[in-house]
């Protein structure tokens, strides 16, 4: 069958529908979880005394407190993850077919990737809602649950309109519950997608894309909320792509999600051509302002969540939230492909991989989202004893100590299984997966080094247990030798209390 608008035209706005990536439509509110703290923080300093007695090291899986399956569920892009509801996560999202809902629950995060899926709903085999089946969510409002998606026409498959359906089943698994509740209708009958829904301060709001008449792309718009498949005010233009990293392929805005933290509402958005190109910004607003001006709305000059070559992440964005399983951890969940090249439309490439990883907090109470990590075990950062606020972090490839560290990926580091074997460890870059801590005459720095080789010795290391949480890394070439902060320096001397021990989080 062939259809009178194309994809591209109508993304490229020829015909004033222009949208997004096109599998545009997670958002999550994950308001109902508890506060994050506005930064990392350290466990109480040890004391010289207690700072030699050895104790078990805590697992850096339970340091990190998010799964490192990556990645968590392949083949579902738009990956939405609610927060638990009666100790279950339940997880939805695009298929490649676009054609069906799914949902599948487990305890846990990790417990998502072999969980069973349900199939909840179908396209109907023609007519309205016959076409692309995009970026469903799920969502728990006064013990009901809704699901959000974007559907095209059989006859045109992206006449893309808002779409909800309702179940009042405790189990949303169960396909027996699920009826729809019909279009959310906008302002414009055009192009729209992407609904996502949040409580604040007794409102609930509705949040979307859509292609507004006479502007290029597709905008990010507010209301507030009458029903749960229908709004009550008139709807409120609060994003436009107007820079160059919003308009790479196409012209978009899309993909909202919302999480409410240390006194501000941050909203998450997604841009650009679904490819190597795709990224995610940032608007944030006062907890306290009117949500319905778009004066509230700042938009991060440029974007918070982009590809990252050396880790073979491509086109990150779509993202939801949820929380770990302590109930405090925030964790980003989003899709990205591990190859850069596409063959023909990148919309049916299929390999855009549900992924998950941890959302980290600036002293300041803002996001930080680092890069899109690689496979690897769990990430951890590294805070002096007697500089708890500060992080280990490298810059121009040497290692020193700062605090207010903004460029997170630049503080995290993988214990590995040690380059020069034995009982060692050494420490990999996140952000450069091929360089590990090495010291060379004394300089502590990231450097390539390979499992064997001659340089394997001087970048491994052992941790040695000291109080209260803390670890000493010891030099595998020295005994006596010890990773030690000197006034924001990273150096190496004998073992000498809290400056020789680091605190993991």
């Known amino acids: 069958m062939t259809y009178a608008l194309s994809r591209r035209n109508l993304l490229r706005g020829s015909l004033g529908v222009a949208t997004t990536g096109l599998v545009g439509g997670l958002a999550s509110a994950a308001t109902a979880a508890p506060a994050a703290p506005g930064a990392t923080t350290a466990p109480p300093a040890p004391t010289a005394s207690a700072a030699l007695r050895p104790v078990p090291v805590r697992p850096d899986a339970e340091v990190y407190g998010v799964t490192t399956v990556d990645p968590l569920i392949r083949q579902r892009a738009d990956p939405f993850i609610t927060?638990?509801?009666?100790?279950?996560?339940?997880?939805?999202?695009?298929?490649?077919?676009?054609?069906?809902?799914?949902?599948?629950?487990?305890p846990t995060i990790a417990g998502l990737a072999t969980a069973a899926?349900?199939?909840?709903?179908?396209?109907?085999?023609?007519?309205?809602?016959?076409?692309?089946?995009?970026?469903?969510?799920?969502?728990?409002?006064?013990?009901?649950?809704?699901?959000?998606?974007?559907?095209?026409?059989?006859?045109?498959?992206?006449?893309?309109?808002?779409?909800?359906?309702?179940?009042?089943?405790?189990?949303?698994?169960?396909?027996?519950?699920?009826?729809?509740?019909?279009?959310?209708?906008?302002?414009?009958?055009?192009?729209s997608l992407d609904a996502t829904t949040f409580a604040h301060r007794g409102r609930r709001y509705l949040v979307w894309a859509q292609a507004e008449p006479e502007l290029t792309g597709t905008n990010l718009y507010i209301a507030e909320m009458d029903t749960p498949w229908s709004i009550r005010t008139k709807p409120v233009r609060?994003?436009?792509?107007?820079?160059?990293?919003?308009?790479?392929?196409?012209?978009?805005?899309?993909?909202?999600?919302?999480?409410?933290?240390?006194?501000?509402?941050?909203?998450?958005?997604?841009a650009s051509a679904t490819d190597s190109r795709y990224c995610m910004g940032l608007l944030t607003a006062d907890a306290e302002a009117d949500l319905l001006d778009n004066a509230s709305w700042v938009k991060t000059p440029e974007p918070v969540f982009v590809t990252h070559e050396r880790t073979r992440r491509y086109g990150?964005?779509?993202?939801?939230f949820t929380v770990a399983e302590d109930g405090v951890t925030d964790v980003l969940v989003y899709h990205a492909r591990d190859y850069r090249d596409i063959?023909?439309?990148?919309?049916?490439?299929?390999?855009?991989?549900?992924?998950?990883?941890?959302?980290?907090?600036?002293?300041?109470?803002?996001?930080?989202?680092?890069?899109?990590v690689g496979e690897g075990g769990p990430i951890v950062r590294l805070s002096p004893a007697d500089a708890s606020r500060a992080f280990l972090r490298h810059y121009e490839y040497v290692l020193r100590v700062d605090t207010g560290v903004r460029e997170l990926a630049d503080s995290q580091f993988r214990f590995v299984p040690g380059l020069a074997g034995g009982d060692t460890e050494s420490i990999q870059s996140v952000n450069f997966p091929d360089r590990y801590v090495r010291v060379v005459d004394g300089v502590v720095r990231i450097d390539p080094v390979t499992a064997g080789s001659a340089e394997a010795a001087s970048a491994s290391f052992r941790r040695v247990p000291q109080g209260r949480g803390g670890v000493a890394v010891q030099l595998a070439t020295d005994a006596g030798a010890y990773l030690r902060h000197d006034r924001g320096r990273l150096t190496v001397g004998a073992l000498a209390g809290r400056a020789t021990i680091f605190l993991l989080s």
Do not use: C
């Open 83 to 106: 927060l638990p509801v009666d100790g279950t996560y339940y997880f939805t999202g695009s298929v490649p077919e676009y054609d069906r809902i799914v949902v599948r629950g487990a």
């Open 117 to 191: 899926e349900s199939v909840i709903w179908r396209r109907p085999a023609s007519g309205k809602m016959g076409g692309h089946i995009w970026a469903p969510e799920l969502h728990r409002i006064d013990g009901r649950w809704y699901i959000y998606f974007a559907a095209g026409d059989s006859d045109n498959v992206f006449r893309i309109r808002m779409y909800v359906l309702e179940s009042a089943l405790a189990d949303p698994r169960d396909p027996a519950g699920w009826r729809l509740r019909g279009q959310i209708a906008t302002e414009w009958e055009d192009f």
């Open 238 to 270: 609060i994003a436009t792509p107007t820079r160059g990293w919003e308009k790479q392929g196409f012209t978009v805005n899309e993909g909202p999600a919302v999480l409410v933290r240390n006194g501000r509402v941050f909203m998450t958005f997604s």
């Open 316 to 320: 990150p964005g779509h993202n939801s």
């Open 343 to 372: 063959t023909g439309d990148p919309l049916y490439d299929p390999n855009r991989h549900a992924r998950v990883q941890k959302l980290y907090w600036h002293s300041d109470g803002s996001p930080l989202f680092g890069v899109p």
